[in-house]
Nanobody, 126 residues
Framework: QVQLVELGGGLVQAGGSLRLSCAAS????????MAWFRQAPGKERDLVAA????????YYGDPVKARFTISRDNDKKSVYLQMNSLKPEDTAVYYC???????????????????WGQGTLVSVSP
């Protein structure tokens, strides 16, 4: 069983930066593909960024490309999301997600991930 705990959310003004972290326990972290999703009130849960078992495989949703960076540290069993140039539309609850099952398609759907953190709120003021 994999447990995920997100940290680093908070309040920030537009143009500011935040760094989210997600610490994993249980399972073998190096076997997990990781991702960050976000969900605003009344909206669907959308993929922000994903990173494979190898950090060479990364994906970013269009709204955050060139602004956010996902990374992982297998020694620390953690995944991070560096968020720069934040915009009010980035306001959402951000969730860390993990999967261990290898899929043949691009894992951009929440249904592709089996383990979820509790979420951390990121609020960006104008």
């Amino acid at each position: 069983q994999v447990q995920l705990v997100e940290l680093g959310g908070g309040l920030v003004q537009a143009g500011g930066s935040l760094r989210l972290s997600c610490a994993a326990s249980g399972g073998t972290f190096s076997r997990l593909a990781m991702a960050w999703f976000r969900q605003a009130p009344g909206k669907e849960r959308d993929l922000v960024a994903a990173i494979g078992r190898s950090s060479a495989y990364v994906y970013y949703g269009d709204p955050v490309k060139a602004r956010f960076t996902i990374s992982r540290d297998n020694d620390k069993k953690s995944v991070y999301l560096q968020m720069n140039s934040l915009k009010p539309e980035d306001t959402a609850v951000y969730y860390c997600a993990a999967r261990s099952v290898i899929v043949s398609h691009l894992p951009t759907s929440a249904a592709d991930y089996s383990n979820w953190g509790q979420g951390t709120l990121v609020s960006v003021s104008p």
